[in-house]
């Protein structure tokens, strides 16, 4: 059989390239409504460079995500919302590219800011699930949902909905890069398939003295 932490290494890889490719969209999409010009050869190439990081990352996110659930152990929360953000992210990245022919979208929307940050915040620290009782990996969520928290700020600057999108983008990709460092470095540990089960006792001490 083979190393399951070996696949799940390749999963945070490809979740790491994954929202890597997201920047690069959110950043051509700033450009491509800095220049937009309907009749403009470049604009064109702008728009297909974007829709090909889309769905590149898109593709790339769906099989870390398969391979995260097929390898760590238990963790239903993380993987099912994992799985639901992917797709969420892919239907906001389509709605933003075509924001200009879908009259229903508001690429300006404050509520629509703070929904897709919250929720976004929600599922990075579902990742918190991966190894809960680590200071270090605490403080690298607790960061990164800050970051995404403070993709709301675009919309108070008058900014379109790419930059929460962007800054979700950075934030999981420093989460993604964090969790393989860490698991390199042995701070944290990740249970997979295939392990000796091992039994963790959990002892609170909140009342002691």
Do not use: Q
């Not at 929904?115 to 969520?141: G, M, R, W």
């Not at 979700?168 to 398939?193: H, P, Q, V, W």
């Amino acid at each position: 059989m083979e190393d399951m932490h070996k696949k799940l290494n390749y999963g945070l890889n490809l979740g790491l390239i994954g929202n890597a490719l997201f920047i690069v969209f959110s950043a051509v999409c700033f450009i491509y409504y800095l220049v937009f010009n309907p009749e403009s050869v470049f604009s064109k190439v702008l728009e297909i460079t974007a829709y090909v990081c889309e769905f590149s990352g898109f593709g790339v996110l769906i099989l870390s995500d398969i391979l995260i659930i097929k390898t760590a152990r238990m963790r239903d929360w993380l993987k099912i919302g994992f799985s639901i953000y992917i797709v969420v992210e892919a239907v906001m990245m389509t709605l933003e590219l075509n924001s200009y022919r879908i009259d229903f979208y508001k690429p300006y929307s404050l509520l629509l800011a703070i929904l897709h940050s919250v929720f976004s915040a929600v599922i990075c620290f579902a990742f918190l699930t991966l190894d809960p009782d680590k200071k270090a990996y605490e403080i690298i969520v607790i960061i990164c949902i800050g970051i995404i928290l403070g993709g709301m700020l675009g919309n108070v600057m008058g900014i379109r909905i790419y930059f929460s999108i962007f800054t979700n983008s950075i934030a999981f990709t420093i989460l993604f890069g964090s969790i393989k460092f860490m698991l390199k470095r042995e701070t944290i540990e990740i249970d997979c398939y295939g392990d000796k089960a091992t039994v963790t006792t959990y002892r609170s001490t909140f009342f002691e003295e």
